[in-house]
């Protein structure tokens, strides 16, 4: 709209050029302007610390220490409450002093809430004034926008670090390696035309720069994530990307590429269209760096002797944590003054321990002894007082693999009548495949965890779920527990309360060679039988081959176990030996060759002959990456394994004697985790709008937690990929409540089936106040809104250089801008909220010398007269949606100074 013309008089009338003719224009609407109002929702995502923990006592003492072991990770301010209540007696709180560790540079504070005063516990400034390395946060455009139709839409990709986030909290594209994330946000983008976003989706791309790797990832519409040939992962095609170490393949330094797409395609019957377009490909850094870790253990400042008088059940304890740092409280402690603990009344020292058996019932030669969890100090049997212990058992006088048990926090709320019992179970019937079976019995008493200490026979260790103590037998099945022990080595695992029984792996067969005529004859057997332990380890028990001059002599192993069903890879393979040779004179050729597929393709692994006296221990080499070899589940697992060959072979120069102690395969392989997550805690409605409910919680700590399935009112909504821990469900119904259902998954996709539920309600809706308007657009001009007493605009002129023309087209009056095939002089908008019926007139009669028709296509030969009567050009308009007129002028006679002004006025009305 040209704004010097708005106020012109409607009957100006002014001197043309030869055979030109101009008729003037006004808009009016019945039914005034509407204001609409944008609501835009804020929400904060707070991280709220959660525990659990143990009370730990000291006995016998009026001024008692007591130890919270607690899991507490903080990020942002976070109160937490220390609840005394379960604490017998009256109390006095007299110091309290946290363990833990800062990771990050910045600032945290620890204070304790007492009688309206605060206390510092904690006070750590920003580990560093030094100023970072910053990495560039302009995105880099790497490839141009395409297109693949012939329309002029194009998208300009908007990628930047998202800001004001926990997650790089100074948007630099650097995180920490550890509970900390790389955000990136392609949110502003921007768009040449109205784009309809359920027809977007972002591709993003993460690359290694130092392995070269690539992993894909699509967010959005699934047709249009199709085009790259991945599942879209998120609904919403802007939804923030989290990196963080070691996810999508990362390493420390890597490069992220975002592409923004569009695609609107249908196969429809009578509907067939594809219409697509693309942005550029736009590129920024995500790198990761070791947090700076500050230790701290018993810290206290003003809390190291607090004030008498403090005998409130509980206290707040506030944390205060700068961006981009995280604080871990591992334990706190407190001594309280108060009762005197109950004792638990004995007869005397040893006879108050139950004795430690097994499973026939004998008793075990076993030293006991109690501690105190806090300071270690040995404690009597005689007078032990109600609270928690760690326990010794020292089992090394007994012949049998468990060599002690060192048990953490048993709870001793009684006098004990039995204990943990300990059986060393004979290696007969369905257990011969195993050359040692034990199992632990802890069930009797009631503690946290233990670490056993074993001296190995075999090379892995497998254990039962369902071990049936008393009749010494696996109701279940065995499973991989442990790999990579050594033959006559102490190792240990940690025992919780519902471990089972547990079994050793070795050498499944073996044969040799006995001065054979030639090479590979494998027709002697060997001195010990197999499965076995003799070449388990270096104990003196060795396979002993002749050596004759010019023949063949050596040894060959094969090891599988094909009770193993859950190896999903491999992760390592090393073969382990021992080998020498006793000789007048020195031997001739030597091989010791390797095979992944049960001898069928066998690789060198060395050709140097070994020493001609014994080796003082076992040569352990890493083959995992073998030339020729590829060691899978199959070669070593499975129901029908192929088999893993090692053979060591000596061509005979003298006669002698060669000899073997150990040779085995010593394999780590992966297993299948069958062990879901646990659940989200915290889930709460955090706010709600008319079509939307924001809903948050706190994420499982689980290392391999991968996302949070999302359901509402039982319908699939999405999955929400770790470290989110949000959702917003939109598209709902206002004044209505909502069922949020969450379950959630690791990265082997086990998936929890404890549901986490909460309710959430959408707020009601305005009263619908119906509105009509519309605005009316020329060429090259704005649009006009309308309003009851009409809106001027620029003067449509027609122009004819003949003295009788048809069918001319208008222009826009000083402006050269005028009607074509694609352009109509006037474009109707419907911007109010109902339907209308745009009407058009003049406000006089036009001279017979000139004819003005309309249509709403660009058709002059069905075009309509334009008169003083009300003419319909189109009903039904819908909100939103646009008409468009084309007019077309006849000069019948027209003289070169004839000129003519009229006043044309449209019209909208509800339909």
Excluded at 72 to 88: C, G, V
Excluded at 103 to 108: I, K
Excluded at 369 to 379: C, I, M, R, V
Excluded at 869 to 891: E, K, R, V, Y
Aim: charged share 20%; aromatic share 10%; hydrophobic share 35%.
């Amino acid at each position: 709209m040209r704004r010097d013309e708005i106020e012109q008089d409607m009957e100006r009338t002014g001197q043309h050029a030869k055979g030109r003719g101009m008729i003037r224009y006004r808009n009016v609407a019945l039914v005034l302007t509407i204001a609409m109002l944008l609501l835009v929702g804020m929400y904060l995502a707070g991280v709220q610390g959660g525990l659990t923990g143990y009370l730990t006592g000291m006995p016998g003492a009026q001024e008692t220490e007591y130890t919270d072991t607690v899991s507490l990770t903080i990020t942002s301010h976070t109160d937490y409450t220390l609840e005394l209540e379960e604490h017998m007696g009256s109390v006095e709180l007299l110091s309290v002093k946290l363990d833990g560790e800062v990771l990050g540079e910045g600032g945290v504070r620890a204070y304790l809430v007492a009688a309206d005063t605060e206390y510092d516990i904690l006070l750590q400034e920003s580990g560093s004034d030094e100023e970072d390395e910053q990495t560039s946060s302009e995105a880099v455009i790497i490839a141009e926008a395409v297109a693949d139709n012939t329309t002029d839409k194009t998208i300009e990709i908007g990628l930047a670090y998202q800001k004001d986030t926990r997650w790089d909290a100074d948007n630099d594209g650097t995180a920490y390696t550890k509970a900390d994330a790389v955000d990136l946000s392609v949110a502003d983008t921007s768009f040449s035309w109205n784009v309809d976003e359920s027809k977007l989706c972002t591709r993003w791309s993460i690359t290694s720069k130092e392995t070269g790797e690539s992993t894909a990832s699509c967010n959005g519409a699934a047709d249009c994530c199709s085009l790259s040939g991945i599942a879209p992962t998120e609904e919403s095609w802007d939804e923030p990307l989290y990196i963080y170490y070691e996810q999508y393949g990362t390493t420390l330094d890597n490069s992220v590429t975002a592409q923004v797409m569009f695609l609107d395609q249908s196969l429809d019957e009578g509907d067939v269209h594809f219409e697509s377009t693309q942005s550029g490909i736009a590129a920024l850094d995500a790198r990761f760096e070791e947090a700076p870790e500050r230790e701290f253990s018993e810290e206290c400042i003003e809390t190291c002797s607090l004030p008498e008088s403090l005998d409130d059940a509980s206290y707040t304890i506030v944390f205060e944590v700068e961006e981009g740092t995280l604080l871990k409280i591992s334990r706190i402690t407190y001594v309280l003054k108060g009762a005197e603990p109950e004792q638990i009344e004995t007869t005397g020292a040893i006879e108050a321990i139950p004795d430690i058996k097994d499973a026939k019932g004998r008793v075990l030669a076993a030293n006991i002894e109690f501690k105190d969890p806090n300071t270690g100090k040995a404690l009597g049997h005689d007078k032990l007082t109600k609270g928690r212990y760690n326990v010794d058992v020292d089992l090394s006088d007994e012949d049998i693999p468990v060599k002690s048990i060192e048990i953490n926090d048993l709870d001793l709320e009684d006098a004990l009548t039995d204990f943990i019992n300990v059986d060393d179970v004979a290696e007969t019937g369905e257990l011969s495949q195993f050359v040692e079976v034990y199992a632990i019995d802890p069930t009797a008493v009631n503690f946290t965890d233990a670490t056993v200490t074993v001296t190995a026979t075999g090379t892995a260790l497998y254990k039962c779920k369902d071990w049936n103590f008393a009749a010494q037998r696996c109701d279940g099945s065995w499973e991989l527990f442990k790999t990579g022990l050594v033959p006559g080595e102490d190792y240990t695992f940690t025992l919780t309360p519902d471990d089972p029984g547990f079994a050793e792996m070795a050498i499944q067969n073996c044969v040799g060679d006995a001065a054979a005529a030639s090479r590979d004859t494998w027709g002697t057997a060997c001195t010990y039988s197999y499965p076995g332990t003799a070449l388990s380890y270096a104990d003196g028990t060795t396979e002993n081959f002749a050596i004759g001059k010019n023949d063949y002599t050596g040894i060959k192993i094969t090891s599988s176990n094909s009770s193993v069903t859950d190896c999903t890879g491999i992760t390592s393979v090393h073969i382990c030996y021992k080998w020498w040779y006793t000789s007048s004179k020195s031997i001739g050729a030597c091989s010791f060759d390797i095979d992944a597929d049960g001898g069928a393709s066998p690789s060198a692994h060395s050709t140097t002959c070994p020493s001609g006296s014994e080796p003082s221990g076992i040569t352990c080499d890493d083959i995992t990456s073998m030339v020729g070899e590829t060691w899978t589940c199959g070669t070593f697992f499975t129901a029908s394994p192929t088999g893993a060959i090692a053979k060591e072979d000596f061509k005979g120069g003298d006669p002698g004697t060669f000899y073997t102690d150990a040779l085995y395969f010593n394999v780590t392989y992966d297993v299948a985790d069958s062990t879901p997550p646990a659940t989200v805690t915290g889930l709460a409605n955090q706010s709600a709008g008319q079509t939307w409910i924001y809903w948050t919680w706190t994420n499982p700590g689980d290392g391999d937690f991968n996302h949070t399935e999302v359901w509402i009112n039982d319908t699939w909504y999405a999955n929400v990929s770790a470290p989110t821990s949000a959702y917003n469900a939109t598209g709902l119904t206002d004044n209505t409540t909502y069922e949020i259902q969450t379950r959630t998954a690791d990265h082997d996709n086990n998936v929890n089936t404890t549901w986490v539920n909460d309710l959430g309600m959408t707020q009601e809706a305005p009263a619908f106040v119906p509105t009509v308007g519309f605005s009316v657009t020329l060429p090259g001009e704005g649009p006009v809104n309308a309003s009851a007493g009409g809106n001027a605009t620029a003067a449509m002129d027609f122009n004819a250089s003949l003295n009788t023309y048809y069918g001319l087209e208008p222009c826009v009056q000083g402006s050269g801008e005028c009607q074509n095939s694609t352009v109509p002089f006037f474009v109707y908008a419907n911007t109010g909220n109902l339907n209308l019926t745009i009407n058009v007139r003049l406000d006089s009669a036009l001279p017979a010398a000139f004819n003005l028709r309309v249509n709403t296509l660009y058709d002059n030969g069905s075009a309509t007269d334009v008169t003083t009567s009300p003419l319909t050009l189109g009903s039904d308009i819908a909100p939103g949606n646009n008409l468009d007129a084309f007019f077309f002028g006849d000069f019948m006679n027209a003289y070169p100074n004839d000129s003519t002004t009229r006043d044309l006025y449209s019209n909208g009305t509800q339909t």
